[in-house]
């Protein structure tokens, strides 16, 4: 009992640095071995103690919610939809009491939940129902990682706080769920409110809390105590900002960046800080009279979808772009949506005339979450057979539909050379979509090779193309012969390979040669790299042999700048590492064993040193052994480092 009291107290630690702290002081790996230790433990003696952290995996479904009466009222807020009318509020606040500091922090748009404890422990996880009755979700709430369910204050307290559902855990579920969620608001309300814990803890929810409904000791004097007391008590609080001028206060508000959170907000709650001086304010029937909730202009809501047009991108891909009936939405007319693909549509069951739930977010073009309301006349959106640009016969690949003319399809030709010329790739100035279009229009271009070929005479043909112009354009194109291997790959616009991945491939192959020439099985001990990635990688290459040694023919060939030596343990050694490390990643161990001297290759041969084996190693493990070279396993490394 002893050492599971020991375990509970610091596996509770750990998650509490992990999901509040956001400063994990521990590896997943050791996290892991502890909280199996304790898993056996509990078997083993048939005892779990009331705040071990393994109760936070959904336990066996529930057959009904009960009642719950909280112990304070939970109020509702009143609301204003403009400044003026935070002004006007402020004004017949200022009449009571001139003095006055305010309090700011989000609206959280998710689900409220009231937190009771009781010695230190969690007794009761309620919904808000009525603000004086609401229903027991303790066994939902346990599966949230993030809820402490052992405090340092003893006495009883009851908390309130908002369960949401991180956008970033909203994204990662609809990836692979058979019935995508509509929205994180929804995916949270339907998450506490499933009967079925394991169901709640698959949606990965978080809670964060802005208030102590209740204090045994009496009450926390002001709303900035009131969040430092819970985070004195492991909570999970957001952003406090504070201020006695209402117009300092609407000035932050006006700055808010919701598009830049990891969850949904609707506004934003103006509070009275002294909790004194909310006594004096007091309460109307449904509202307390020192805080109000000012809301934001909706990011969703619904219109009618009128048709799909099929795009073309760079790589042949198609993209559904939803035709819909214009809608206000973030103070912009809305009338076209992505789709993403056709899985997606088929996912999220979109027809043509249903009404659908869109939203906007970061300022980019608006998503279709889902359907809202079919009618008789709505029709299945089916894929397209034929290529709307050229003609060419289409291909699925899973979810996705293909162009295979990559050759003649004017968008896949335009696509790849606005890629080519932008500033992430080959930074190529004064380029434009537009300049492209009458580029390959006007003279034929197919390859990114031929706009090293363009005279000065041929562009100060185009449209909109003065001596100075030409010029720039010209210069530009003959400085980025000199660009850097990360951009260069970047720029041949490989599929799934990025900006972050070009990198990594050039960190690692160092020339355009040696990764031209680099296997499936070469690529994938990169980090970054998986599966489908290194299918492409090796298909582009084996499909463009001509087009790179026609870069090289032209002076584009860079290199990455040779790696200083460093002397070390590792000195001269040729080491190869296979198999699953536990204390880090391979790309991390490789960076250690060449700060240490040595030189991390990615095949066994004649030609190597050693090679370090981690869990489930292969082949590799078998040919160092049949070679006689060296091997040691993972703690013989760490003792070398």
Same mark, same amino acid.
């Given at each position: ?14 998650? @509490?640095?992990? @999901? ?8 997943? &790996? ?29 336990? #066996? ?22 400044? $003026? ?17 305010? %309090? ?91 009967? #079925? ?99 934001? *202009?909706? *990011?969703? =809501?619904?219109? !009618? ?50 009404? &659908? ?5 970061? +300022? ?20 397209? =057979? ?15 539909? /293909? ?31 537009? =300049? ?26 185009? $449209? ?5 112009? %030409? ?11 000199? %660009? ?14 990025? !900006? ?24 994938? %001990? ?19 042999? #001509? ?22 343990? /590792?000195?001269?050694? !040729? ?16 960076? *250690? ?15 190597? +040193?050693?090679?370090?084996?981690? $869990? #489930? ?19 013989? /490394?760490?003792?070398?480092?």
């Amino acid at each position: 009992m002893e050492r599971m009291r020991e375990l509970v107290d610091l596996l509770n630690k750990y998650a @509490y640095q992990y @999901y509040v702290l956001d400063e994990p002081t521990v590896s997943d &790996v050791q996290y892991d071995a502890l909280y199996n230790e304790l898993l056996a433990l509990e078997k083993e003696s048939g005892t779990v103690l009331p705040d071990s952290p393994t109760k936070k995996i959904g336990g #066996d479904p529930i057959k009904a919610f009960t009642p719950h009466v909280h112990i304070n009222k939970l109020y509702s807020l009143d609301k204003c939809n403009s400044f $003026e009318e935070l002004r006007a509020w402020d004004a017949k606040l200022r009449q009571l009491k001139a003095d006055i500091e305010y %309090t700011v922090e989000y609206k959280l748009d998710g689900l409220t939940l009231c937190l009771t404890y009781e010695g230190g422990l969690l007794k009761c996880a309620a919904t808000r129902g009525n603000g004086e009755v609401g229903e027991d979700v303790t066994a939902q709430v346990l599966t949230v990682k993030s809820i402490p369910t052992r405090i340092p204050y003893n006495g009883v307290v009851e908390v309130q706080g908002e369960g949401i559902m991180r956008l970033s855990a909203f994204n990662k579920y609809n990836e692979t769920a058979t019935e995508p969620l509509k929205n994180a608001r929804n995916g949270v309300a339907g998450a506490i409110r499933n009967l #079925d814990p394991k169901v709640t803890a698959s949606r990965n929810l978080d809670v964060i809390f802005y208030n102590v409904n209740y204090l045994e000791d009496g009450y926390v004097p002001s709303q900035e105590e009131n969040i430092k007391f819970l985070k004195d008590n492991r909570f999970k609080t957001e952003t406090l900002f504070k201020s006695s001028d209402m117009e300092e206060v609407i000035s932050y508000i006006s700055k808010v960046d919701r598009q830049s959170l990891d969850f949904l907000i609707d506004g934003m709650v103006i509070k009275v800080n002294s909790v004194a001086l909310r006594e004096e304010l007091g309460y109307t029937e449904k509202f307390p009279r020192w805080a109000m909730a000012y809301k934001f *202009e909706a *990011e969703e =809501t619904s219109t !009618k979808l009128l048709d799909v047009e099929w795009n073309v991108g760079r790589t042949g891909k198609l993209t559904p772009l939803a035709i819909l009936e214009a809608v206000e939405l973030c103070g912009v007319t809305v009338k076209r949506a992505t789709l993403n693909n056709y899985g997606d549509i088929l996912r999220k069951k979109v027809k043509i005339g249903s009404n &659908v739930f869109i939203r906007r977010s970061n +300022d980019v073009i608006p998503e279709i979450l889902g359907v809202a309301e079919d009618f008789e006349d709505s029709k299945q959106i089916l894929p397209p =057979t034929r290529c709307p640009s050229c003609g060419s016969e289409l291909y699925e690949d899973g979810a996705h539909i /293909f162009c295979p003319n990559e050759e003649n399809c004017l968008p896949q030709i335009i696509g790849r050379l606005e890629h080519f010329c932008s500033k992430d790739c080959m930074d190529i100035r004064g380029i434009s979509e537009s =300049t492209v279009t009458q580029i390959v229009n006007a003279f034929g271009v197919k390859e990114p090779t031929d706009l090293y070929k363009l005279t000065r005479e041929q562009i100060g043909k185009l $449209e909109g193309f003065k001596d100075k112009k %030409t010029e720039n354009f010209i210069a530009s194109v003959e400085k980025s012969k000199s %660009t850097s291997l990360p951009a260069f790959i970047n720029a041949l616009g490989i599929e799934n390979v990025g !900006k972050k991945a070009a990198k990594d491939l050039a960190e690692r192959f160092r020339n355009i040669d040696a990764l031209s020439v680099a296997t499936k099985e070469e690529l994938v %001990t990169i980090d970054e790299v998986g599966d489908v990635m290194a299918d492409c990688i090796v298909s582009y290459f084996a499909r463009h042999k #001509d087009r790179i040694e026609e870069f090289k023919s032209l002076g584009i060939n860079p290199q990455m700048e040779e790696k200083q030596k460093s002397e070390g343990v /590792f000195s001269g050694l !040729k080491v190869v590492l296979t198999g699953t490390l536990s204390a880090f990643s391979r790309t991390v161990a490789a960076k *250690e064993i060449e700060a240490r001297g040595g030189e991390v290759t990615s095949s066994v041969t004649k030609l190597t +040193d050693l090679v370090i084996v981690g $869990e #489930d190693a292969g082949s590799k493990k078998a040919k160092a052994e049949k070679l006689g070279i060296k091997t040691i396993n993972e703690q013989e /490394f760490l003792k070398l480092l």
